[in-house]
């Protein structure tokens, strides 16, 4: 089966995601990444951890450990610290004049082929939707207890489940 398979990178992009999009690289070499410049490099600190200054209360994050994930693939760019994306989904100064948002405008797009895609072989829309939140509650159950995916998914579902999708 010929499957393509995108990325979708950014400013965020730090550390995990950073592995992450490794990863897809070396497992699918003709992965296509669209969106910003990373905020990360692959060899990076991670591990992070919290904790309050103690005569001010405010709140500080730092790294305790420095991973060189460039040392585990084989895939290398020519990104000077940062990865390089095939496809550029950069705002500009108009987008932000306007209040667009080129990476959400990004999504849309692609969330948009995909429904497409789906009626074009003959799946329904709502069939699609029942599959996304189905796919939703078994990773949610499935994720370790309290970590940030199984908030994020669980948050998505009940985003999704609120909407009447």
Known sequence: MNIKVYTLVGRNTFSSGMFAIYRVKESAPG?????EPTGGALDCYGE?????LPNSQIPISYSTRYFEFSKSFSYKNDGVGTFLHDISIQPTIEDYKNGTDAVVDALASIIIVCYLLGQRVGVSLLSVDAKVKEKLRVTVESAPDGSSWQKELSDLLNFLERSKR
């Open 31 to 35: 992965a296509i990444s669209a969106g």
């Open 48 to 52: 992070v951890e919290t904790s309050k």
